[in-house]
């Protein structure tokens, strides 16, 4: 499975924006979609993720503000971003993990850049 992903930019504190990351190929139904997102300096971590079952998980730094979904059949998946802040300035990179596969797939990442 190749991703392809979209829709980071700038945007000023407060304000939203909505990534968007695609599959070609066909997607299992045994799956997990997620994103993560790497600041400078810093680790990359688990923003978000859903799986097949439909359980999310975010994590703490954006829970209540960010939204994760995908489309009808699961090829794509989504980060709505709301009320964002300086912080969440990062590159976001989607991911798509094959359960019965055990195999991983890396969007090639989407700058998001917040400003005061």
């Known amino acids: 499975v190749q991703l392809q992903a979209s829709g980071g930019g700038l945007v000023q504190a407060g304000g939203s924006l909505r990534l968007s990351c695609a599959a070609s190929?066909?997607?299992?139904?045994?799956h997990v979609w997620g994103w993560h997102r790497q600041a400078p300096g810093k680790q990359r971590e688990l923003v978000?993720?859903?799986?097949?079952?439909?359980?999310?998980r975010y994590v703490n730094s954006v829970k209540g503000r960010f939204t994760i979904s995908t489309n009808s059949d699961n090829s794509a998946v989504y980060l709505q971003m709301n009320s964002l802040k300086p912080e969440d300035t990062a590159v976001y990179y989607c991911?798509?993990?094959?359960?019965?596969?055990?195999?991983?797939?890396w969007g090639p990442g989407t700058l998001v850049t917040v400003s005061s």
């Open positions: 991911y798509f993990y094959d359960v019965r596969l055990t195999r991983s797939s």
């Open positions: 190929g066909t997607v299992s139904s045994l």
């Open positions: 978000a993720s859903l799986s097949g079952s439909g359980s999310t």
